[in-house]
């Protein structure tokens, strides 16, 4: 990758380059268009009018994903899942006052996840990487959260209360992070979930903690270790029970 200044008549003719005016508002290029090799530029913060970043797919684009990104005021949307993007989260993103979504799945991204804590965000999704180390409790102050994705890294450690009484979120998957452990919060329960996602884990707990003692919970889907003889999980409202590497939904072996 290169940028280099040019007109904005011409930067906005290349192809995958969106522009709003003269004024480059957005960049959506994947694997099924062009396929990317190199790194993404510190440049790439120049463009002080972008919105959205959207290069998803392409296992040639390599490196650190640039912090000058999130210094752009205007920035709002940033997908770059699915490459070989590597590094950690750069703290920026706590900065960016626009952000509403990120998502860095499938990539080789490391370190910890405290800096996603950024309360502008409606939703991030980091599954399939190497993330390490414990889910931050301040991920409670993300208030207008509806959709968390964690699942396939390494963190460990107990889950946060805090992160039930994020009073929207509909969507919290964690699974296949076996060092989480401990007893799921009570508190659960009593929040607007709808998918719950904890196969693979360790964490452990008692059916009131996310089904009560009432009526079944509308989850369109909750998955956790509630198979086997000895479960971890103990859940009449799961609607996926896994033993390990097996699970049954409506019992049904997959």
């Known amino acids: 990758w290169q940028v280099q200044y040019c007109s904005p008549a011409n930067f906005c003719g290349i192809y995958g380059v969106l522009c709003s005016g003269q004024f480059v508002s957005g960049l959506?290029?994947?694997?099924?268009?062009?396929?990317?090799?190199?790194?993404?530029?510190?440049?790439?913060?120049?463009?002080?009018?972008?919105?959205?970043?959207?290069?998803?797919?392409?296992?040639?684009?390599?490196?650190?994903v640039p912090s000058e990104l999130f210094l752009i005021e205007t920035i709002e949307s940033v997908s770059l899942r699915g490459n070989k993007l590597s590094g950690t989260l750069p703290s920026e993103i706590l900065q960016a006052?626009?952000?509403?979504?990120?998502?860095?799945?499938?990539?080789?991204?490391?370190?910890?996840?405290?800096?996603?804590?950024?309360?502008?965000?409606?939703?991030?999704?980091?599954?399939?990487?190497?993330?390490?180390?414990?889910?931050?409790?301040?991920?409670g102050n993300l208030k207008e959260a509806t959709y968390i994705?964690?699942?396939?890294?390494?963190?460990?450690?107990?889950?946060p209360d805090s992160l039930s009484r994020i009073s929207g979120l509909e969507y919290l998957s964690l699974f296949k992070n076996p060092g989480l452990t401990g007893d799921i919060p009570t508190s659960y329960y009593n929040s607007l979930l709808t998918n719950l996602h904890l196969e693979g884990t360790n964490l452990t707990g008692l059916e009131e903690a996310f089904c009560?003692?009432?009526?079944?919970?509308?989850?369109?889907?909750f998955s956790a270790e509630?198979?086997?003889?000895?479960?971890?999980?103990?859940?009449?409202?799961?609607?996926?029970?896994?033993?390990?590497?097996?699970?049954?939904r409506n019992y049904i072996a997959y």
């Open 226 to 248: 509630c198979g086997g003889q000895s479960p971890r999980v103990w859940c009449w409202c799961c609607t996926d029970c896994c033993d390990g590497a097996t699970c049954l």
């Open 28 to 64: 959506a290029l994947g694997a099924e268009d062009i396929n990317i090799v190199g790194t993404i530029p510190t440049e790439v913060g120049l463009l002080s009018s972008l919105r959205t970043v959207s290069i998803e797919n392409s296992t040639s684009l390599s490196g650190a």
């Open 97 to 139: 006052s626009n952000l509403f979504w990120l998502d860095l799945d499938e990539n080789l991204m490391t370190g910890t996840i405290d800096n996603i804590a950024n309360p502008a965000l409606e939703g991030f999704a980091l599954s399939n990487n190497l993330f390490s180390g414990s889910i931050p409790a301040s991920l």
């Open 149 to 159: 994705e964690l699942g396939i890294n390494q963190l460990t450690g107990s889950l």
């Open 212 to 221: 009560g003692t009432g009526t079944l919970p509308e989850y369109e889907e």
